[in-house]
């Protein structure tokens, strides 16, 4: 059997899983802001726990690598990349918005349009990419600023499903009979245990020691305007 914690940081969902040959077993998660340096280590340990598991029984970790808060994704990757030194088992990365799409795929299994995930980016601006109902990616992970020309040549032909926390700011801007707009963010780990099995089966590990979040953008640090 083929044992992987998961965990998720990408967005304002604290969410860590424990997996068994892709199926959920354990999953402990919360939403709100800056949880994830407090609550993830606790999190952590009370997955391990439910599921009746000690750190060296495990196979793999996974996490989800971006795009995503600057910060949740450091927090998360570190701690992802702390366990892998400790207990010397390989590191698994899965990408964000494929997550997403699993995830809604997952819960809709009779679904035959378009997904298109989107992490909310500030502004009209998203982290987005686009799949079928196979998963299969249409268009590659960026950075978008959505205006009313968007989607608008695919949307001719095709029902789209927006989803995440960057939706249903687009709802207006988009809008389109041919849209469904849901404000479920899909950030759960339990959403990696399909591809994060599938990963570990094809060795696709990451270099502990190199891998870093797909930030996909700079972090930019404002100098505050008040004087001290």
């Known amino acids: 059997m083929t044992k992987i914690l998961q965990i998720e940081t990408a967005t304002q969902v604290c969410s860590v899983a424990l997996a068994v040959d892709g199926e959920t077993i ?18 952590i340990d009370e997955v391990m726990k439910s599921a009746g598991l000690t750190y060296p029984d495990l196979d793999a970790i996974a996490v989800s690598k971006g795009p995503g808060s ?10 992802a ?7 010397g088992k390989p590191l698994l990365a899965i990408e964000t918005l494929e997550m997403m799409a699993a995830g809604f795929i997952e819960q809709n299994p009779g679904y035959s349009g378009l997904i298109c995930p989107m992490i909310d980016a500030r502004r009209m601006e998203v982290y987005t990419a686009l799949f079928n109902h196979n998963l299969e990616v ?60 599938k990963a ?16 996909l953008k700079d972090f930019v640090i404002t ?4 004087k001290v």
Not at 223 to 226: A, E, L
């Open 200 to 215: 570990f089966t094809s060795g696709k590990f990451e270099d502990v020691a190199y891998f870093e979040p797909f930030y």
């Open 138 to 197: 249409l268009e590659s992970t960026a950075a978008k600023i959505i205006d009313e020309e968007s989607f608008q040549s695919l949307l001719a032909a095709n029902h789209i499903t927006f989803i995440g926390d960057g939706a249903l700011k687009c709802a207006t801007t988009i809008g389109d009979s041919n849209t469904t707009f849901l404000g479920l963010n899909y950030n759960s780990a339990a959403y990696m245990s399909t591809l994060a099995a």
């Open 26 to 43: 354990s999953l402990k998660e919360e939403s709100g802001q800056n949880l994830h340096a407090s609550n993830l280590t606790l999190f």
């Open 223 to 226: 100098q505050s305007k008040k």
């Open 81 to 87: 990349k702390g366990l892998c030194y400790a207990l």
């Open 70 to 79: 600057y910060t949740g994704l450091r927090i998360g990757v570190s701690s």
